[in-house]
């Protein structure tokens, strides 16, 4: 008997009985194997293919090998990942290399998802625009927020691997923007807290404090900057329906928390995120002020030391006016904000930091 749904179906009227059902499950099993056949042979593309479909350039690129500037890459986000908390993530994303399922390749996007047969298979490819945004050679330093804007990008990119069927439509991408921003609110929140903490950590001298509060300056710099970024990114795809326009966006969590409250208002998410980095960054310049000028004193009250007494009570009570001067000039910057946020209709909670 030939195999095709022709002849089946004559056999069927000519058949009944046990013939019948015999006829209609060996059809039914030549399908399933059919059908299995193509999926193994699309998963085998997927997760063994050296040239995804989404490396739309044409070229040939090596995206699985053991390319030292890919490597690096990966490294230099899976470390940062590690220094904001998130070491999981960073652990996921070197094994992940490792095995195959993140890979680097020649994009259009910066980062993407093949989503695989039913979730099987399933990879992140990242644009090989990175190595040359994120690479060391001729003794460059990469600025932190290209290293920060690249690893929220893959973090964005592993909520949609979690996705069952990963779309480029609001009811996908929306999650997925909304999870990045909270995570970049939170390592702002992260160094916040971690500045405050240097500032008042006496085992440290005054060189120590300096540098530290000068490196957490600048993480802070980097990480708000891409945090604004994300924010005109959000108000113009919400304006372009890309995004739901009712979802509650959450920012930089407030002093001792770690998650923020949501609201559908971006503007008020940046504005609260604007008052706690100024606040954060005035107390921290306030910090590296004291700290440079009490190596100062340390150094000149060595000196004298060695030629003459010095005129110790004159010299505290100057200190003492000084530094009251600064905490009221920086009370009332830090008022001044609090009283214009609540002008522009933004109702922070917990501003005390």
Same mark, same amino acid.
């Given at each position: 008997?030939?195999?095709?749904? =022709?002849?089946?179906?004559?056999?069927?009227?000519?058949?009944? %009985?046990?013939g019948?059902? $015999?006829? @209609?499950?060996? @059809?039914?099993?030549?399908?399933?194997i059919?059908?299995?056949?193509a999926?193994v $042979?699309? /998963?085998a593309g997927?997760?063994?293919?050296?040239?995804?479909?989404s490396?739309r350039?044409?070229?040939?690129?090596? +995206?699985?090998?053991?390319?030292?500037?890919?490597?690096?890459?990966i490294?230099? /986000?899976?470390?940062?990942? !590690?220094?904001m908390g998130?070491?999981?993530?960073?652990?996921?994303l070197?094994?992940d290399?490792?095995?195959?399922k993140?890979?680097?390749?020649?994009l259009?996007?910066n980062?993407?998802?093949?989503? %695989?047969?039913?979730?099987l298979?399933?990879s /992140?490819?990242?644009?090989?625009?990175?190595?040359?945004?994120?690479?060391t050679?001729?003794?460059?330093?990469t600025?932190?927020?290209? &290293?920060?804007?690249? +690893?929220l990008?893959? @973090? =964005?990119?592993?909520? =949609?691997?979690?996705?069952w069927m990963?779309?480029?439509?609001?009811?996908?991408?929306?999650?997925?923007?909304?999870? +990045?921003?909270?995570?970049?609110?939170?390592?702002?929140?992260?160094?916040l807290?971690?500045?405050?903490?240097?500032?008042?950590?006496?085992s440290?001298?005054?060189?120590e *404090?300096?540098? =530290?509060?000068?490196?957490?300056n600048?993480?802070?710099k980097?990480?708000?900057g891409?945090?604004? &970024?994300?924010?005109?990114e959000l108000?113009?795809?919400?304006?372009? %329906?890309?995004?739901?326009? !009712?979802?509650?966006?959450?920012? &930089?969590?407030?002093?001792?928390? *770690?998650?923020?409250?949501?609201t559908?208002?971006?503007d008020?998410?940046?504005?609260?995120? !604007?008052?706690?980095?100024?606040?954060?960054?005035?107390?921290?310049d306030?910090?590296?002020?004291?700290?440079?000028?009490?190596n100062? %004193? #340390?150094?000149?009250k060595?000196?004298?030391?060695? #030629?003459?007494?010095?005129?110790?009570?004159?010299?505290t009570?100057?200190?003492?006016?000084?530094?009251?001067?600064?905490k /009221?000039?920086?009370e009332a910057?830090?008022?001044?904000m609090?009283?214009r946020?609540?002008?522009?209709?933004?109702?922070?909670?917990?501003?005390?930091?």
């Amino acid at each position: 008997m030939k195999c095709s749904l =022709h002849n089946f179906n004559m056999d069927w009227r000519q058949t009944s %009985g046990t013939g019948a059902v $015999f006829n @209609f499950l060996n @059809f039914v099993r030549k399908l399933s194997i059919l059908f299995i056949t193509a999926v193994v $042979f699309l /998963m085998a593309g997927t997760s063994f293919s050296a040239e995804d479909e989404s490396l739309r350039s044409g070229d040939k690129v090596e +995206t699985r090998g053991p390319n030292p500037d890919h490597v690096e890459a990966i490294n230099k /986000m899976a470390d940062y990942l !590690d220094k904001m908390g998130s070491k999981d993530v960073g652990d996921k994303l070197r094994a992940d290399f490792k095995s195959g399922k993140v890979y680097i390749g020649k994009l259009d996007a910066n980062a993407e998802v093949n989503p %695989g047969v039913l979730g099987l298979g399933r990879s /992140m490819a990242i644009s090989d625009a990175i190595i040359t945004q994120t690479g060391t050679k001729g003794g460059f330093q990469t600025p932190e927020s290209i &290293v920060a804007s690249w +690893t929220l990008t893959v @973090f =964005h990119e592993y909520v =949609h691997m979690k996705q069952w069927m990963p779309m480029e439509d609001s009811s996908h991408e929306t999650p997925a923007w909304g999870a +990045t921003l909270k995570e970049n609110g939170q390592w702002i929140r992260k160094t916040l807290d971690e500045s405050d903490r240097v500032g008042r950590d006496t085992s440290l001298s005054p060189q120590e *404090r300096v540098k =530290h509060l000068q490196e957490l300056n600048q993480t802070l710099k980097a990480l708000k900057g891409v945090f604004d &970024v994300t924010l005109n990114e959000l108000r113009d795809k919400v304006a372009k %329906g890309d995004l739901d326009k !009712d979802y509650e966006w959450q920012g &930089v969590p407030p002093v001792g928390s *770690r998650e923020a409250k949501g609201t559908t208002d971006i503007d008020a998410v940046g504005k609260y995120a !604007d008052l706690l980095v100024q606040a954060g960054k005035l107390e921290a310049d306030r910090q590296i002020a004291e700290a440079k000028k009490g190596n100062a %004193g #340390a150094v000149a009250k060595s000196g004298a030391n060695k #030629a003459s007494p010095a005129p110790a009570a004159t010299q505290t009570l100057t200190e003492k006016a000084g530094e009251a001067r600064n905490k /009221m000039a920086i009370e009332a910057q830090i008022q001044l904000m609090k009283d214009r946020m609540r002008a522009a209709g933004a109702t922070p909670e917990n501003t005390s930091d």
